[in-house]
């Protein structure tokens, strides 16, 4: 992966180094996911939310690649004379400090997405298997475009950048292009739920095909980095 060869350059290749990175990647994911739940259930405007996450998975994916040599020498520094065990902590330690930070983010985009595009109770299920079939098809080209491309071709420092561009990409994309779609006001009377129901059915296609590119880029984006 991007973020895997990265760290696999300060562990080593082993199983048991390869071990830390995955435990953190997933960690992470799922961690965001949570919490990317918790998150979209309170906000009124999960569109603008699901950009600003994006924007920080791109501002801590360039700073992983700026970090990365500090934390080759922390690792060398901290690891002379461990014991396996230690050792083993200590990569743990560091997988976590490195990863799970964009890893949450990324893990939170995709339940924020869900409650921006899938607002309306009527549509809800279609509109979120929708997204998660997305979602799962551009982790799987992401993957693999990455795996057996990318990293061939322009190496682990510039997959990581294109990545954060990507993500920019999908936080420009939701942020303009659903910046009118906000979860609705309950106020009383019959004329104002006519006309909120006419109002969000008249622009609700626009932020359902916006949403599925930002899905399709977000699970693209997402293996890419764990490949």
């Known amino acids: 992966s991007a973020w895997g060869r990265m760290l696999h350059r300060v562990f080593g290749v082993s199983d048991l180094a390869v071990a830390p990175v995955l435990a953190a990647f997933f960690l992470g994911m ?38 990365l040599p500090q934390v080759h020498h922390l690792y060398a520094h901290l690891g002379r004379g461990l014991s396996f065990g230690a050792l083993s902590v200590l990569r743990l330690g560091l997988a976590l400090l490195f990863l799970v930070p964009p890893t949450a983010l990324m893990g939170a985009t995709l339940p924020v997405l869900v409650a921006a595009v899938a607002d309306d109770a009527s549509r809800w299920r279609v509109r979120t298997t929708a997204l998660y079939a997305v979602n799962t098809l551009g982790a799987v080209v992401g993957a693999g475009l990455t795996g057996f491309y990318l990293l061939p071709a322009i190496g ?24 009118d779609l906000r979860r609705p006001t309950h106020e009383a009377g019959p004329a104002h739920e006519a ?11 626009v932020p359902l095909l916006v949403g599925a590119a930002a899905a399709f880029a977000t699970g693209a984006l997402s293996l890419a980095g764990e490949v």
């Open 30 to 67: 799922g961690l965001g996911a949570f919490l990317g739940g918790r998150i979209s259930s309170r906000t009124s405007r999960p569109a603008r939310t699901y950009a600003m996450l994006e924007v920080g998975v791109a501002a801590l994916a360039v700073v992983s690649v700026i970090a």
């Open 156 to 179: 682990v420092r510039d997959s990581v950048l294109l990545a954060a561009l990507g993500s920019t990409i999908a936080a420009a994309l939701v942020g303009f292009g659903a910046r």
């Open 195 to 205: 006309t909120e129901a006419a109002e969000r059915d008249a622009r609700f296609d």
